[in-house]
């Protein structure tokens, strides 16, 4: 499977500090997608990022792609506490259907 | 901003009962999906639909499941007979010609006692 697996699991930092959640998967992809959940809420779409893209920024984030290690960073920079939330990474890959991975739980202390 | 909006929000079924979700999508997207979310456990894909058939499906939709767009703007998940396991939140999401960015809605809680 292409699945997307984060790490880390878990992130505590405190508010204005920057968070880095990483994310990796396994085949070839057309596109990486990255999504916030709040708790037991929908999904948001943060951002998107093409295989032929290498970075891409949206307000404090910041999303790089490494196809050659199969992997993606976020960063959020100057967290505020209304950014703990579950951060997940989605793949895909020849069809529309993503693929998710576990997620990182994120909590900015205040 | 246009969104995925789902109902209902909850929902609390006994064992063996069919359940229907409805879900309108954003309304000039093309693709519809289905996907649940166990509770503590991943998202995970249950099917596509495109062009008024299902485009793709997982192991996990079996013929129980089933998916409907009855009219131009509602998009449909039933289960036939719900089991203990199928409690989960269930996610609508759509998205457009062309266009990979998949969005989702708040979800419909399902849990089958």
């Known amino acids: 499977s292409q699945q997307g697996e984060e790490d880390p699991q878990a992130l505590s930092i405190q508010e204005g500090e920057n968070a880095t959640m990483n994310c990796s998967y396994k085949?070839?992809?057309?596109?990486l997608q990255w999504y916030r959940q709040n708790s037991g809420r929908g999904l948001v779409h943060l951002i998107l990022?093409?295989?032929?893209?290498r970075e891409k920024h949206s307000g404090r984030l910041r999303v790089t792609l490494d196809t050659s290690k199969k992997s993606s960073s976020l960063l959020i920079t100057a967290s505020r506490a209304a950014d703990t939330a579950s951060y997940f990474c989605?793949?895909?890959?020849?069809?529309?259907?993503?693929?998710f991975g576990s997620g990182t739980r994120l909590l900015v202390r205040p | 901003e246009p969104e995925v909006t789902q109902t209902p929000s909850h929902q609390v079924t006994q064992m063996g009962q069919e359940v229907i979700l409805r879900c309108v999508p954003i309304s000039n997207h093309l693709y519809f999906y289905w996907y649940r979310q166990i509770l503590g456990q991943k998202v995970e894909f249950l099917v596509s639909?495109?062009?008024?058939?299902?485009?793709?499906k997982s192991e996990i939709f079996d013929d129980q499941f089933s998916v409907e767009r009855p009219d131009g703007s509602n998009f449909t998940l039933k289960i036939r007979s719900t089991k203990l396991e199928d409690s989960a939140m269930y996610f609508c999401a759509s998205s457009g010609n062309g266009v990979h960015t998949i969005y989702f809605g708040e979800g419909s809680w399902l849990t089958v006692v």
């Open positions: 990022i093409r295989s032929n893209e």
């Open positions: 639909f495109y062009n008024n058939e299902i485009s793709e």
């Open positions: 085949t070839s992809i057309n596109n």
């Open positions: 989605a793949t895909d890959g020849s069809s529309y259907k993503l693929i």
